[in-house]
């Protein structure tokens, strides 16, 4: 799976990969899990956050999903470890965006990334940015929590207009584009807007997003490759090692300001039709 060798593919950190059997669309059983945590481990992974999905306003009273993810956890690290995989596995959330995300953090009724109690995983919708986005991402910061938004490359108001992120980032928010987005999985349109994104500081991290050992698998080598062509091999490596890891530890993550997106026009495409 890796291609230039002259690149260094190790030590990579995933902070959004669904390898947690039995919790939502990601690994189905625990053999599944395990294969997909020798494939991220074969592909230079060494930490990887485990992120359900995970919608707080549809809990139900008194369910558990913060102790069942911490078990699951627990439990796939035991088998990881007697199969002789070198990753660490470590507990989060993918958190659909919804009102009143202070609340469930301050309650404990989500997890932050890696429990680091800073950073937290927001999913937004795939056809809009909710009216109240900007306004949680506000309240969130000025809690002391740092919103990661999941990859925004597949968000179609954001397909539309990448700069409209640039609010949220301004706030504080960071971002991460999915490695399959960057490698075409996505389709045309999520690959060149994760590209824009990564060159205009409008996204910092890349992300597996990985469901399965077979069709959405955890790698970040391949995008790795891509994004060292697109931004150099130092910020590409920032991306899927130094910043996710600063993460998971709960460190501070200095980034670039958002550089504002202009799209090519092809106003000459029209002169030279006036003139022919
Ligand atoms: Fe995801």
Redesign the pocket.
């Known amino acids: 799976m890796i291609g230039d060798s002259s690149l260094s593919m190790e030590g990579f950190v995933d902070i959004?990969?669904?390898i947690l059997p039995g919790l939502d669309d990601?690994a189905r059983t625990k053999g599944d899990a395990i294969a997909m945590a020798d494939i991220a481990a074969k592909c230079g992974i060494r930490e990887v956050v485990a992120?359900p999905?995970v919608d707080p306003s549809c809990l139900p009273p008194g369910c558990s999903q913060v102790e069942a993810i911490r078990r699951a956890v627990d439990s796939l690290q035991e088998s990881i470890d007697s199969c002789g995989i070198s990753i660490q596995v470590m507990p989060g959330m993918?958190i659909a965006m919804t009102p009143g995300l202070v609340a469930y953090l301050t309650r404990g009724a989500v997890i932050p990334v890696s429990d680091s109690g800073k950073y937290v995983l927001v999913?937004l919708p795939f056809q809009t940015i909710p009216s109240y986005a900007e306004e949680e991402i506000f309240n969130m910061a000025a809690h002391g929590y740092i919103p990661i938004i999941?990859?925004p490359e597949r968000n179609a108001e954001v397909i539309r207009n990448p700069n409209i992120l640039i609010p949220f980032l301004n706030a504080g928010a960071l971002a991460h584009v999915n490695a399959g987005s960057l490698m075409g999985r996505a389709g045309q349109r999520p690959q060149e807007i994760a590209e824009i994104l990564l060159r205009h500081g409008l996204a910092h991290i890349i992300a597996s997003?990985g469901?399965s050992a077979t069709s959405r698998q955890p790698g970040l080598d391949r995008a790795f490759e891509i994004a060292s062509r697109l931004v150099g091999e130092d910020k590409a490596l920032r991306m899927v090692r130094d910043i996710p890891l600063a993460i998971t530890l709960g460190e501070d993550v200095h980034v670039n300001e958002p550089e504002v997106y202009q799209a090519c026009r092809k106003w000459w495409r029209f002169r030279r039709k006036e003139g022919s």
Do not use: L, P, R
Request: hydrophobic share 15%; no cysteine; proline share 0%.
């Open positions: 959004h990969v669904h990601g992120t999905h993918e999913e999941a990859h997003d469901h």
